[in-house]
């Protein structure tokens, strides 16, 4: 795989989750929120009320490597989510049941993957840049938002429409170009999808969420999630997980240094750094 491809795909190893079926079928209409004050106000509680979890459950892989075919990963994955930025995703691919771990923590980013198929390199960066996900196409901040933790600073930037049952909540940047859409289910306010853009206002990464399961009071967890990522030839690429189990845990400070701090990259093939503005470099 070329470097950029990898990244394309394997730093996008999120999930994919079939086609949100609310989204498909008809659904009960309900009054939408009256000002961006009010959606955001509805939606915040998600994050306040936000625990820490684990879960495991299936994945399905699509992607492309140089054929005109996708290609298909099957594997079980295991996962730790302590809000609001520690994440790990921890892939069994190919009989290494770390073949693929994606995690992140309040300062860096990393994503390794060990079988030859699917790469053998290692990425790692720091959150103190951009996002980066001209590069990514999709990381672990699109995966956290997944969880509900959407960052929502305050009321700049953003503006509220209604379409049918959905309240969507859009984001703009300093130049008024559209960075980010939410699209919220009126009726119970839960985000059925997260639409990402570039720089030219196209879409380039989609999170459908659906079949929440509550975890605590104003903290549901979606168990099937769906990210779709364009690349270069605008084919699409897709990861998929349905989660099986949800449980809510507790992290002491010694689990919370085995999940969550950036493992040392021994034994890959490459090394890349994503640097602050976004540039890929291989590393010795």
């Keep these: 795989m070329q470097g950029k491809f990898v990244i394309a795909v394997a730093a996008g190893i999120l999930i994919f989750a079939g086609c949100a079926p609310r989204m498909q079928k008809p659904m009960r209409v309900c009054p939408g929120a009256e000002s961006v004050a009010e959606s955001l106000s ?13 879960a495991n459950g299936q994945c399905l892989l699509l992607y492309y490597d140089g054929d005109k075919k996708p290609k298909k990963e099957n594997f079980q994955v295991k996962l730790w989510l302590n809000p609001p930025a ?20 309040e300062n860096e980013f990393w994503l390794s993957m060990k079988p030859k198929e699917i790469g053998n390199s290692y990425f790692w960066g720091s959150w ?3 996002s980066c996900f001209e590069q990514l196409l999709i990381s672990p901040e699109l995966l956290l938002e ?5 960052k929502i600073n305050d009321e700049k930037n953003w503006s509220l429409s209604n379409e049918g049952a959905f309240d969507i909540l859009t984001k703009r940047d300093e130049r008024n170009k559209i960075i980010k859409k939410i699209y ?10 997260i639409e990402y853009f570039d720089k030219n206002a196209e879409i380039i990464a989609v999170t459908e969420l659906d079949k929440y399961r509550e975890m605590s009071r104003d903290f549901l967890v979606p168990s099937v999630i769906k990210i779709t990522t364009r690349v270069n030839d605008d084919s699409e690429e897709s990861f998929r997980i349905s989660l099986k189990s949800i449980k809510p845990t507790s992290f002491t400070e ?3 240094n085995i999940f969550f701090a950036r493992p040392e990259p021994k034994g ?9 503005n976004c540039d890929v470099i291989e590393q010795p």
Aim: proline letters at 3%.
């Design 42 to 54: 509805l939606l915040r509680p998600q994050l306040q009320q936000s625990v820490s979890f684990k």
């Design 86 to 105: 520690q994440i790990r995703l921890q892939g069994d691919v190919a009989f290494n049941p770390k073949g693929i771990v994606l995690g992140s923590n």
């Design 128 to 130: 103190a840049g951009r």
């Design 146 to 150: 997944a969880f509900g933790i959407v």
């Design 184 to 193: 919220v289910y009126s009726c119970d306010y839960t985000v059925v999808k």
């Design 254 to 256: 010694k689990k919370r």
């Design 268 to 276: 890959f093939e490459h090394i890349y750094k994503i640097s602050e």
